[in-house]
């Protein structure tokens, strides 16, 4: 509130202020009345009280009415029998009853604080209670910028991916400065508020308000409570070391599948967690399983692959690897004991000994637990940034070994390089297809005859086409296998027995096989 004395001066008008006046200065100047009027709307004034009419001035001028309804003003004529005072002591209290609603809300909306704290096992109420108090969306993200909690806003999946992005770009400078501060960025042209959630060097999350220019003193508050809480509970859920164990684990997976950061940022993160992925020059894969060989309900067994049982089999292997390899990390990750090898002399010199310990490893579980183990190694690791692509190979060598021999074993990805590009880049649907078109001939002589000249070609292409060693493989006589060759040509209007046609033969089989089509 402020008193107009010096109708001139506008150094004192504030922002949203209410204005009291008697005009007694230009009581007689209705022109100069108007000109203070849009003086006061220029400077955004709330209104103006008027006092004394009919004393100071006999009467409010029409052309004053007419520019506060022009320009929107609110022109609020008191009776005359009110005084300055009286109308400062109602407004004062009026304030004071609002300001101690605020505090008796502050305080209860602290309660309900501590509260969800007491009986949530998770973030999800204290968060909820903090949506409630700030109305604004707002999003908890963890230390590796995964999405924990989401207020039941309409908040766009892009909009929520890009304040992700800006959240490791943020961390980041928390790991470097070490600093807590809330700090307002620009997501999609929107004001966000991020504020890291930090205790101890040890970084819990980010709190985000979207849409969120700045808080006012209560809300700051507030804000600076729940990321205490925050602390505060993920620290009775977990001691520290496990904690730290945890953000370990995210690291890894986030180094072997991909998270979009970049080399530095993965080194960097890496440090603070005691990992010196720069020095990761390979990745080794370990694989258990039922069956040596691939078989269709593998998948039905994998997805029980953290039993009790299988994790004291790959404990057993870790604390091998362990022995050997006392530089190096192994985690669990998905299905596979991944070992990131950090060899302390050139790889190549190493590469040996890591076969025949596999193979060793691989006779040794198969003894003491009935089961198979499988092992694949990727090519040798330049940077940082080839460790996803690498544990990529690692699991393709194992999948690929046992699909092609039918059996479990050590594979190193540069064997089956040339098949992991066929793989990625055919399908099953796109094989059978293929196979169809070139056997049709043979496939629709089989289906009407209820033959069997597709195996018999089959047979003869092993055989490079020997009648006699054909026949002996299908046991038939010589002249039947003589026979059905001769069916096989008069059925294609090409030579099917030509050097090129038998090579292409041969290929499409041979894929047709690993796609276990025929």
Known sequence: MTVLEVLDADNFLEEHALAISSLYAIAREPRKQTVMIQKLKDHRVSGLLLFNVGRVIDKVADEVIETCDLIG??????PIEISYFETLFAIIDCLLKQQNKRLKEYVNNYDNLIQEVINARSHDGLMRAFHKIIKKPVLFCSVN?????????????????????????????????????????????????????????????CLV??????????????????????????????????????????????????????????????KSLNIDAGKIKQIISFLVTKQSHETNDEKNWNSLQMT?????????????????????????????????????????????????????????????????LSVGASNEVSNVGEIQKAYTQSCYAIQYYRRIFGKNGFCRYNQISLLDHVF???D???????????????????????????????????????????????????????????????LYSYDIYSEENIKLAKFIFQIASIFKIC
């Open 73 to 78: 003003f609110p022109l609020i004529v008191m």
């Open 145 to 205: 910028s995964n999405q924990i909690y989401k207020s039941p806003d309409n908040i766009d999946d892009q909009l929520i991916k890009d304040v992700l992005n800006e959240i490791k770009t943020l961390k980041e400078e928390v790991y470097k400065k070490k600093t807590i501060h809330t700090v307002k960025r620009r997501v999609q042209k929107l004001p966000v508020l991020f504020s890291p959630v930090v205790q101890n060097d040890t970084i819990f999350g």
């Open 209 to 270: 308000i979207l849409e969120c220019e700045e808080l006012n003193s209560s809300e700051e508050v507030i804000l600076r409570q729940v990321r205490n809480l925050i602390c505060i509970t993920e620290i009775n859920n977990m001691r520290v070391k496990e904690y730290r164990e945890k953000v370990r684990e995210e690291y890894i997976k986030d180094l072997l599948l991909g998270d979009d950061k970049t080399e530095e940022q993965l080194i960097n993160e890496g």
């Open 308 to 372: 009790d049982s299988l994790n004291l089999i790959y404990d057993h292997i870790c604390r091998k690897l362990e022995s050997f390899f006392p530089t190096s990390y192994i985690e669990k990750i998905e299905n596979h004991l991944v070992l990131m090898y950090c060899p302390q002399r050139e790889l190549k010199k190493n590469m040996g000994f890591l076969e025949i310990l596999s193979e060793n490893m691989i006779e040794n579980v198969h003894t003491e637990f009935n089961v198979y």
């Open 424 to 426: 990625r880049n055919l």
């Open 428 to 490: 099953s649907d796109s094989v059978q297809a293929s196979f169809n078109a070139f056997f049709e001939p043979i496939i629709n002589s089989d289906k009407e005859s209820n033959s069997c000249l597709l195996q018999s070609f089959f047979t003869l292409l092993e055989c490079d086409l020997n009648a006699a060693e054909a026949s002996r493989r299908m046991f038939v006589h010589r002249n039947t296998m003589l026979q059905r060759k001769k069916k096989i040509r008069s």
